[in-house]
């Protein structure tokens, strides 16, 4: 059974980094596609940022310039370094795969921006 663990959130202050990390345990077939989306309350989940198998990657305009999507595929692992943070970066971050076969999903870690 596949499982995401995310960790690296918490509570940080504006213009602060954190780096975020989704460690896939159980094997994958074929991963296609790996992203970050975050969600505050009442707003849908948003794409914040993904990467291909390839390693092409894509930002949100939102987060072009502060935030790196990388992966690493010996470990399973993919991160997300956040730069530079601000306010409105508050939110539950998720962690996702798309495979050939099954989409799977972290269970969340929240990221707060305040001072």
């Known amino acids: 059974q596949v499982q995401l663990v995310e960790s690296g959130g918490g509570l940080v202050q504006p213009g602060g980094s954190l780096r975020l990390s989704c460690a896939a345990s159980?094997?994958?077939?074929?991963?296609?596609?790996m992203n970050w989306y975050r969600q505050t309350p009442g707003k849908q989940r948003e794409l914040v940022a993904d990467?291909?198998?390839?390693?092409?990657?894509y930002y949100a305009d939102s987060v072009k310039g502060r935030f790196t999507i990388s992966r690493d595929n010996a470990k399973n692992t993919m991160y997300l370094q956040m730069n530079s943070l601000k306010p409105e970066d508050t939110a539950v971050y998720y962690c996702?795969?798309?495979?050939?076969?099954?989409?799977?999903w972290g269970q969340g870690t929240q990221v707060t921006v305040s001072s």
């Open positions: 996702h795969i798309s495979s050939l076969t099954a989409d799977y």
């Open positions: 990467i291909t198998r390839g390693g092409r990657t």
């Open positions: 159980g094997s994958i077939f074929s991963i296609v596609l």
